[in-house]
C-alpha cells in the first residue's frame, strides 16, 4: 500500500495543477463505468515499459476510474514467431495466419496479457486478463489470409463483470467465429470496434513517440479533423499504414458523441493527457471548421454578439463592433465559440474567447485556441482576476502573466522586456468592453 500511495504521489505531482485534476476526475466519474476509457496498449510498451504502463494504470484504479484495456503484443509475437523457425508470409501489409502461426500466437498474447495483468496486480491493482471470449469475427479472406479475422461484434458480458467485481479488464487480440474458431485480428481495429460500441469519453493509444509528429520530428498537440484530415492524409511523411489508421479514427469519432475524443501519448504521461487541459501528446477530435475573418464582412454579427454576451452572462458596450480595430476574427461555424483579435499596438491582442458551455465539452475550445496559436505566435490578453472558471485554464497555456488589481494580463510568445511592457501597459489601460451584469430576477 505505502509503494502504491507512492506512485499515486509521484504522478500527482508530475500532473500540475489540483484543479485541474479535481475537475476531470469529476468530468470522468460522473460517466457510467464502462465508459471511461478505451486504451490501446502496444506490445512493444508492454515489453520495455511496463512499470510506468502499471503505474499510470494503478493511478486511474486508485482514483476510482476503471478504464478497458485491449493490449497488443506484435513485437512479442514476432520474436516468437523468429525463435520457432516459423517463416510467415505477409499479403497486401496483413500476416498470413496458418494454423502455425495461429498456435504461436495463441500461447504468446495469452502470455503478455497475464503478463501484464499479473504486473497489475503486483503493485496492488485488481485486474483481469481476457484473452479471448469478448471479440466476435469472421474470415477476412481464408483462402488468402487463413486465421487472420476482422471483429463483427462485441460481448460486454465480461468486461462488466470484471469492472463490477473491481478488476481492471485486460482484453487481447483474438476474435471468435459464429462456429467457435479463434482468429488473429489487430488489437488497433478491436480497440476501435469497442470504443464504436460502448462510446466512451477517451479513446487512447499509447504509443513509446508520444504522438503525431511532423515530417521535422515536431509533435503535434491537437487535429480537428473537420479542419485538418484532408490536409494530414495529404502529408508525405503519413505512410500508408498511418493514413489506414487515420481513416479508422475519422469514422470511429464522426459514430461518437462529439465530446468523445481520441489521444496518443505515453504511458509516463498518460495521467497528463487525461487530468490537464494542455495534455501531454496528440488529442484528435471531430470538431467544426474554424472560419477566419480579416474583418466584419461576411461576419454574423448578430449570432457573434449572441454568443459572446452569453458566455459573458454581460451585455457588450454598445458601440463594441463600430469602434473596435478588428485583426482577425475566428469562429467556428456552428458559432459556438470565436476568438476576436484587434490591433492594440504592434503585437495582436485576444480580446475575447468564447466557448459556450457544451462546445467546451466537446473540445471546441481547445481546437480554436490551437488555430489561433498557429496563425499568431506572439498574442496578449487579460482576464479578470475572479474570473476562476477561465483563469487557470489561461495560466497552462501562457508563458507569462502578471497580476493587477483588477486584471490578470497574459502572454504568450513574447521574450523581449520592451515587448511585454509594451503589452502589460495596454492591456491595464484597456477600457472594459463588457457592461454590467443585468440585475438578477427571482
Given at each position: ?10 504522478l500527482l505531482e ?93 500461447r504468446t498474447l ?155 501519448t505515453t504511458p ?175
Open positions: 500500500m505505502n509503494e502504491t500511495r507512492a506512485i499515486i504521489t509521484q508530475n500532473i500540475g495543477s489540483s484543479k485541474e485534476v479535481d475537475q476531470y476526475l469529476k468530468q470522468f466519474s460522473a460517466v457510467e463505468s464502462t465508459k471511461f476509457a478505451v486504451i490501446k496498449v502496444r506490445g512493444d510498451i508492454v515489453r520495455d515499459d511496463l512499470e510506468q504502463l502499471c503505474s499510470a494504470l494503478t493511478f486511474l484504479y486508485r482514483v476510482g476510474l476503471y478504464p478497458i484495456v485491449v493490449q497488443g503484443a506484435g513485437a512479442q509475437l514476432d520474436a516468437a514467431l523468429r525463435e520457432s523457425g516459423h517463416t510467415v508470409e505477409t499479403r497486401d501489409g496483413l500476416r498470413v495466419v496458418d494454423q502455425q502461426t495461429l498456435r504461436v500466437a495463441r495469452t502470455t503478455v496479457n497475464h503478463q501484464l495483468a499479473d504486473a497489475l496486480e503486483a503493485m496492488g491493482t485488481r485486474a483481469r486478463a481476457i484473452p479471448a471470449g469478448v471479440f466476435e469475427g469472421e474470415q477476412v479472406d481464408a483462402a488468402r489470409y487463413g486465421f487472420h479475422g476482422q471483429v463483427t461484434g462485441v460481448e460486454l458480458d465480461p468486461i462488466r463483470a470484471a469492472i463490477k467485481s473491481g478488476h481492471l479488464p485486460i482484453l487481447s487480440g483474438f476474435a471468435e467465429s459464429a462456429s467457435g474458431q479463434l482468429l488473429l485480428v489487430h488489437a488497433r481495429t478491436a480497440a476501435l470496434v469497442l470504443a464504436h460500441r460502448i462510446q466512451p469519453s477517451k479513446i487512447i493509444f499509447l504509443t513509446p513517440q508520444g504522438g503525431l509528429r511532423d515530417g521535422d520530428g515536431r509533435l503535434i498537440r491537437a487535429l480537428n479533423l473537420a479542419e485538418d484530415y484532408e490536409w494530414l492524409i495529404s502529408e508525405p511523411w503519413v505512410d500508408a499504414r498511418e493514413r489506414v489508421r487515420f481513416e479508422a479514427i475519422k469514422h470511429l469519432l464522426d459514430a461518437l458523441p462529439l465530446q468523445s475524443s481520441v489521444a496518443l509516463g504521461l498518460l495521467p497528463k493527457e487525461l487530468f490537464t487541459h494542455r495534455g501531454s501528446g496528440t488529442l484528435i477530435r471531430r470538431g467544426e471548421r474554424v472560419l477566419v475573418f480579416d474583418s466584419l464582412d461576411g461576419v454574423d454579427i448578430p449570432r457573434l454578439k449572441a454568443l459572446v454576451e452569453q458566455v459573458f452572462g454581460r451585455p457588450l458596450v454598445e458601440d463594441y463592433f463600430q469602434k473596435k480595430p478588428f485583426y482577425r476574427i475566428y469562429v467556428t461555424e456552428t458559432y459556438r465559440s470565436t476568438a476576436i483579435l484587434t490591433c492594440e499596438g504592434d503585437i495582436p491582442y485576444l480580446d475575447k474567447f468564447a466557448v459556450d458551455e457544451k462546445a467546451q465539452g466537446e473540445g471546441l475550445g481547445a481546437s480554436l485556441w490551437e488555430k489561433v496559436i498557429e496563425d499568431n505566435p506572439k498574442l496578449f490578453w487579460r482576464s479578470r482576476i475572479d474570473n476562476r472558471n477561465i483563469n487557470p485554464w489561461y495560466f497552462s497555456r501562457a508563458d507569462g502573466s502578471l497580476r493587477g488589481r483588477e486584471w490578470v494580463v497574459f502572454w504568450y510568445g513574447l521574450d523581449d522586456f520592451d515587448e511585454i511592457q509594451q503589452a502589460l501597459a495596454l492591456a491595464f489601460a484597456m477600457p472594459a468592453s463588457l457592461g454590467p451584469r443585468p440585475p438578477f430576477v427571482p
